[in-house]
């Protein structure tokens, strides 16, 4: 059961327009939800996170959005760079008290092209 | 600051050959500890996680054990490998919950 979904495998932008990045979760216990980057044959690293009881975060060009109602968070690049090409992950913590997992979603590869 | 190793970075075993991949984590105490694993073209499937010494809690039933000797280590193994456990696995660490942050990866190929 997938609790986290990245719909897109894969998505290609122009360098300078907005990249989007799309997830949906079906877990309304979910409290926390977080944005990992990936470069080949590396860790993932944290990029930008949103507590469920907000529904927006900017941290300068990355911004999330949470709807909670419809389950659904979006990443949005703008503008965006060809550094910006790797694996997006979406995640969504909602564990045992004491050991908080976070649940991924099966990744989005974002391509940024000249 | 806190830094989180693992190793080897990659590795090729045969089938039916013993496994084990070591992860430790300086620079912070008691830490949350969990192994992931991305195989291909899928996303990251979380196996084991730890919140002490010698406690491990399993995700999936598979080929694989963890084991957490000290509490800034953590340990993959299996005895027999398979084909299906190639892939690329990930430790990680978590204090707060709010946030986890992981390693540098393995690379394992099972031929």
């Known amino acids: 059961d997938q609790q986290v979904k990245q719909n897109s495998p894969s998505l290609s932008v122009q360098e300078g327009r907005i990249s989007i990045l799309n997830c949906d979760y079906t877990n309304s216990m979910f409290d926390y939800f977080l944005w990992y980057k990936k470069y080949p044959a590396e860790g993932p690293t944290f990029l930008i996170s949103i507590s469920s009881i907000k529904d927006k975060n900017e941290d300068g060009r990355f911004t999330v959005f949470l709807n909670k109602s419809a389950k659904h968070l979006s990443l949005h690049i703008v503008p965006s760079q060809p550094g910006d090409s790797a694996v997006y992950f979406c995640?969504?913590?909602?564990?045992?008290?004491?050991?908080?997992?976070?649940?991924f979603g099966q990744g989005t590869r974002l391509t940024i092209n000249p | 600051s806190q830094t989180i190793h693992q190793w080897p970075a990659t590795l090729v075993q045969p089938v039916g050959s013993p496994l084990s991949l070591e992860c430790t984590v300086e620079g912070t105490s008691n830490p949350n500890l969990y192994w992931y694993r991305q195989a291909a073209g899928r996303g990251l499937q979380l196996l084991f996680y730890s919140v002490g010494i010698g406690q491990i809690s399993s995700e999936v039933p598979q080929n694989l054990s963890a084991s957490r000797p000290q509490d800034r280590q953590f340990i993959l193994s299996s005895k027999k490998l398979l084909l299906s456990d190639s892939g690329f696995y990930l430790c990680?660490?978590?204090?707060?919950?709010?946030?986890?942050?992981f390693g540098p990866g393995t690379r394992l190929t099972v031929l």
């Open positions: 995640a969504a913590r909602g564990g045992i008290q004491g050991a908080q997992k976070l649940v």
């Open positions: 990680a660490w978590s204090v707060s919950g709010t946030l986890m942050f």
